[in-house]
């Protein structure tokens, strides 16, 4: 799931990121928490969090 949201967020946003931040690059469960996290709590979500919730509507 990991690599298919960094891919979708290269295709779709144009962006390279690949963390919210140091602490979700330690592992890909903490990246999935953290952008979860962001996606489910901000106004204004992340570039990579609007990607995880492409990928979970089933954006590929």
Do not use: W
């Amino acid at each position: 799931m990991h690599q298919k949201v960094l891919k979708i967020n290269k295709n779709k946003y144009n962006d390279n990121s690949t963390h919210i931040s140091k602490y979700g690059e330690s592992d890909r469960f903490e990246f999935l928490a953290e952008t979860f996290a962001e996606l489910m709590t901000t106004n204004n979500p992340s570039n990579l969090a609007k990607s995880l919730d492409d990928y979970l509507k089933g954006e590929k």
